[in-house]
């Protein structure tokens, strides 16, 4: 199981750090990866990262503003937001991929954590 925290209300222009903890197994022979999905609008990629953290992918959206990083001893991976803006309200998804690479694709995530909501108001 995934099991995603650190979701909240926050100003435009705050922070929030969101984490992803597995229960169960070992996440540290796949690539993990965020996903969000706004109100009426089909999900989408976020950031990601492979099995060893040697790489990392994000959205143009969030590039710059946010870090995907993680703990393979505490099988945890994180998500560091920073300069959040309204248009990044969505609840978010963690989300641990078919093999050791990352992907954009919503069809290589195997595993989908339950979500956490991100607002950020204005």
């Known amino acids: 199981q995934l099991q995603a925290s650190g979701g909240g209300l926050v100003q435009a222009g705050g922070s929030l750090r969101l984490s992803c903890a597995t229960s169960?197994?070992?996440?540290?022979?796949?690539?993990m990866g965020w996903f969000r999905q706004a109100p009426g609008k089909e999900r989408e990629f976020v950031s990601a990262?492979?099995?060893?953290?040697?790489?990392?992918s994000y959205a143009d959206s969030v590039k710059g503003r946010f870090t995907i990083s993680r703990d393979n001893a505490k099988n945890t991976v994180y998500l560091e937001m920073n300069n959040l803006k309204p248009e990044d309200t969505a609840v978010y998804y963690c989300?641990?991929?078919?093999?050791?690479?990352?992907?954009?694709?919503?069809?290589?995530?195997?595993?989908w954590g339950q979500g956490t909501q991100v607002t950020v108001s204005s």
């Open positions: 169960g197994r070992t996440v540290s022979s796949v690539g």
């Open positions: 989300a641990a991929y078919r093999g050791p690479f990352s992907s954009k694709a919503t069809a290589s995530v195997r595993y």
């Open positions: 990262i492979t099995n060893n953290g040697g790489s990392t």
